[in-house]
């Protein structure tokens, strides 16, 4: 699957990062007839390469399928000062980007995430609504054979899945009992996870290892949905290739990317047009280190707003202990159940907009037998050890809260004092839990006790903000239709730059309440096509 030559020709397109974001605009430009190369820092990985089936998994995730790149230190990640932020952002750098080791919950934004100026006198409208990404929800949900349910009556419309729903389980039906005694909305969740075989994927054998790879490869990373084909269709993707910084020409249009390849050597790609799919720390790191007489501050950044309004979607856990065997060692992780009663703002509760609830398994016996920092060490081991285990493994489940995170220019992304190992200026990130957020924790945590205590739990375990959480890397090179107050249009392409696009989660206006990877892929169909649509008006450097 490499193409790791330094003299690939020119190319109309030049895609930075072969993630999520990257995948979608791979394919959609190929198909469309440009010549176009990808640039990925990390490698490709096939699907025995996984531990998920081997006894030895949980111990790999620990290091070597890490989702902190600060933990893993792998040779394709980079470093991330974090000590200005309790949240630890989470990211993989390879062909598949975050999608190889992310949960796949597979949910669409709310049609009110798309107006929260309107609706909540906060933040900013995105440039689009709900109704038109729609479409491209439908398409990307389709390509990717997702599993789900029709009809959730917390949504407006009744979009449909390929596939159904991937079983619930004996923990998801205890979920349901709970919430069904309080009133409260939940729906079988819909995950990027095949419930059946689907195309050249198999179905899911619910190892539960979905945050450390998918050894079956029945979960839809954009490796396998994606570049795979694009790939065939003549993608060049070259790996181990990480980015200095972009290149431009003297009219100030970008003439593609310099970058190191794995001997250590410079090597520059030339293209016609650039798109940064590099995620809401990598894209804005490129864009600053970019500087130059027509840029000092950072490529496509006279708004001075690349890198702000950073959002990552604190994270609560509650965990309950039940007396029966639930099985909740069993996958997938993805998600059994999800629930939106609290999406919506409600002004008496203190705060505004909501957030998610997602019910998980809690993995294998080491998850349940680790010993917590925070703790006294005596608790976890010798006897405590066994007890923990013999009261917790099957029985322990996670109600967990995705938050709605606000934009704010104090949450950042900047230039920090420390270099990767090709010398390359890494990031620093300052980020700082809002008011706003801390008390919708605080009353979504308290519900979801609620939760766990009508379901029957006997014991519950709240962690207000889970410190590993920081997936959800949003909002650094936001979208809007004012070059004053925006970094990109609603299409992707910079102000600045007529031949730069920006097509990561880094364009989002808000972080939205749910994991964005839906919204992102359909975003990033929806800016590709356009672009594919109005290649003739398109300036580029060639």
Not at 142 to 171: M, R, V
Not at 414 to 428: L, N, Q, Y
């Amino acid at each position: 699957m490499e193409n790791n030559r330094s003299d690939v020709k020119d190319a109309d397109v030049l895609i930075v990062g072969a993630g999520a974001s990257g995948g979608v605009a791979a394919l959609e430009l190929i198909r469309r007839g440009f010549s176009v190369v990808c640039l990925e820092q990390g490698d490709w990985a096939l699907n025995d390469d996984f531990t998920g089936d081997k006894p030895q998994w949980e111990l790999a995730r620990l290091k070597q399928w890490n989702s902190a790149p600060n933990t893993r230190a792998a040779a394709s990640d980079y470093p991330i000062d974090t000590t200005e932020s309790p949240i630890e952002p989470l990211m993989y750098n390879g062909v598949g980007g975050s999608t190889i080791l992310f949960s796949g919950h597979w949910v669409r934004a709310m049609p009110s995430d798309f107006r929260v100026r309107t609706l909540d006198g906060v933040a900013d409208d995105w440039p689009f609504q709900y109704e038109d990404l729609r479409p491209f929800y439908d398409e990307i949900t389709h390509h990717i054979g997702a599993s789900g349910l029709e009809g959730d009556p917390a949504y407006p419309d009744s979009h449909t899945f390929p596939l159904p729903p991937l079983p619930i389980g004996k923990y998801g039906l205890t979920a349901a009992k709970g919430m069904d005694k309080l009133g409260w909305h939940w729906w079988p969740a819909p995950n990027a996870i095949a419930s059946r075989k689907f195309k050249d994927r198999g179905a899911c054998v619910r190892y539960g290892s979905c945050e450390s790879g998918c050894p079956s490869g029945a979960k839809a990373s954009t490796d396998l949905t994606h570049l795979r084909e694009a790939v065939e269709l003549g993608v060049k993707v070259i790996t181990g290739a990480r980015v200095r910084h972009l290149t431009i020409n003297d009219q100030g249009l970008v003439t593609g990317a310099e970058y190191i390849d794995r001997d250590g050597k410079i090597q520059h790609q030339a293209a016609g047009v650039t798109v940064l799919a590099a995620n809401g720390i990598g894209t804005p790191r490129i864009l600053l280190n970019s500087t130059s007489t027509l840029f000092p501050n950072g490529l496509a950044n006279s708004s001075g707003l690349v890198g702000k309004r950073l959002m990552v979607h604190p994270y609560a856990s509650v965990y309950g202990t039940y007396e029966d065997d639930l099985e909740t060692y069993l996958g997938p992780t993805g998600q059994a159940l999800q629930s939106m009663h609290f999406y919506e703002t409600d002004t008496d509760r203190g705060f505004v907009r909501g957030g998610k609830w997602n019910l998980m398994p809690t993995g294998g016996p080491l998850t349940h037998t680790l010993w917590n920092r925070d703790t006294n060490w005596n608790e976890s081991f010798g006897p405590a050890f066994h007890n923990r285990l013999r009261s917790t493994f099957g029985r322990y489940t996670e109600w967990g809260i995705t938050t709605e995170d606000l934009p704010e220019e104090h949450n950042e992304v900047i230039i920090g004092d420390s270099f990767d190992s090709d010398g390359i200026p890494a990031p620093k990130i300052r980020y700082k839990i809002s008011e706003n957020t801390r008390r919708l924790l605080d009353f979504h945590v308290a519900r979801a006790v609620e939760a766990h205590e009508a379901a029957g739990a006997t014991s519950i375990e709240p962690i207000p903000v889970v410190r590993e959480s920081g997936w959800h890397l949003l909002g650094t090179a936001r979208m809007g239709t004012d070059p004053a107050n925006s970094v990109v249009d609603e299409w992707g392409r910079t102000h600045d730059v007529p031949n730069l696009f920006v097509i990561d989660g880094s364009v989002f206006v808000t972080s939205t309440g749910v994991n964005p990877t839906a919204t992102i892929m359909a975003v990033a169909l929806r800016a590709m096509r356009h672009l594919a649509d109005n290649r003739n008006d398109q300036r580029t450097a060639l």
